[in-house]
């Protein structure tokens, strides 16, 4: 079935293989995977009255199943109770990059980053306008990055391109000599320069011509971008797709639903079969007021459709969410089950597959969070910064930056009173400082 549906969607034989890959994983996470299907699910037979198989219809029931297990992951990494807290020794530098954060959504910025990025990269710009901090996230699927060999995680340059029709390039007050004809549009990040080029046509022959008027000087001494690989298990330009496991079972699942739902419809709805000879010779109209006539030797039924049926596609598709949900370590978890309230150590121990997935998330993007804190630092160097409408004072490019992160579940009052009576004990003994209590009970 998968590979039926990405036979049928459309691609650009112009572009890398690894744009089509990434393409089809974002149709996966939008939920737009079935559009490129020619029928609807309802739809059993074309113009031409041929029978229309399953695999031609788009289901009439779509499961997010892929953007359930991405929202719950992201829930563990960059929403407002455990967004991490950069940390140095330097108070003003850390005061300075907290100011700045909150002023430019950098927690907005890596939790889209973190989402876009789940179908395997993703890039983050960071732009100095009016001495103010910007992010800006950046799709890596017409991206293509160059690494320094001798600093690989380092970058050299970053090139977007791809084609675009030439009306819409018109449309942007590009000049554009054809508008119904098809364009490539460049531009290339380096280390001194955001780089644009003239729209050049699809059969021209030569290197793109700079355009002067859009290309803009930054001269910070690095590529603005940072490159985030997804999780491991990649190539050295994309991470793994933190769904690409479960989109199997995920087509199985909403195909399963739509039959079942499909199902219930001729349940509501039964087919009257009349066996010959038939009693009338009007026109035969069903319902409960109606009396149904037929001879002594003819026969009528309704063609209903057992409810044990829709029950076990039920009980089919509830063991197929576990199976994906445990292939990519997702939140098997179901209130359902849930009796009381639990304490933060047991909701950790019945989400630990997902933990695992955020505690892996959380390597890669806090690595990028942690870049582009320094790349802030080393822009201050150049450029005079402001966070809240005030200067930010000189920042130490070479300032020590590390993360601290929260609790992946916040600790209940019992778990509260547990640790001050251990911290207590540990101070009448001997074993602790007072200071040394205190500042363990503040810790997130």
Known sequence: MLATIAALIPSDPSLP??????????????????????????EERNAAGEYIPLRQRRPSVRYPLAR??????????????????????????????????????LNQAMAE???RG???????????????????VLDTQHLTPVFDPEEPDALLSVTERYRVRGTDLAAQGHAIADPG?????????????????????????GPPVPDGQRTVRHALGFVPVVWVRNLPGGDDIDGACTFRPAIETAIEIDYQLSQAGRGL????????????????????????GNALVVSEKGDAKLLEIGGTAASAVIDYVRCLREMALEGVHGNRASADRIAA???????????????????????????????????ILRASDIYP????????????????????????????????????????????????????????????
Do not use: C
């Open 68 to 105: 359930i297990v991405v929202d719950d992951s992201l829930s563990l990494m960059f929403s407002d109770g455990h967004f991490p807290t950069l940390a140095t020794p330097h108070d003003e530098t850390r005061v300075a990059l907290a100011d700045i954060a909150a002023e430019s959504g």
């Open 181 to 205: 004809a098809s364009y490539w549009f460049q531009r290339v990040w380096d280390a001194e320069a955001e780089t644009w080029f003239l729209p050049q046509p699809l059969d021209a022959d």
């Open 17 to 42: 293989p690894r744009a089509q890959k990434l393409a089809f994983l974002k149709r996966v996470l939008d939920g737009t995977l079935y559009d490129a299907l020619p029928y609807e699910f309802h």
């Open 265 to 288: 419809k001729y349940s509501s709805d039964p087919l009257l079969l009349i066996r010959e000879p038939a009693g009338a010779d009007n026109e035969l109209v069903r319902g409960g």
């Open 341 to 375: 309230a639990q304490s933060g150590r047991a909701l950790e121990l019945m989400n630990q597959g997902l933990i695992w997935l955020a505690d892996n998330l959380r390597v890669s993007y806090g690595r990028a969070m942690l870049q582009l804190a320094r790349m």
């Open 385 to 444: 910064l402001t966070a809240g409408g005030e200067p930010v004072p000189p920042l130490d490019a070479t300032a020590r930056l590390s993360l601290v992160w929260p609790r992946w579940y916040p600790p209940s009052a019992a778990e509260r009173e547990a640790d001050a009576r251990t911290l207590v004990a540990l101070v009448e003994a001997g074993l602790m400082t007072r200071e040394a209590a205190a500042v363990e009970l503040t810790l997130p």
């Open 118 to 136: 789940s179908i395997g990269s993703v890039a983050i710009q960071l732009r100095v306008l009016k001495s103010r901090i910007f992010f800006r």
């Open 113 to 115: 980053a973190a989402l």
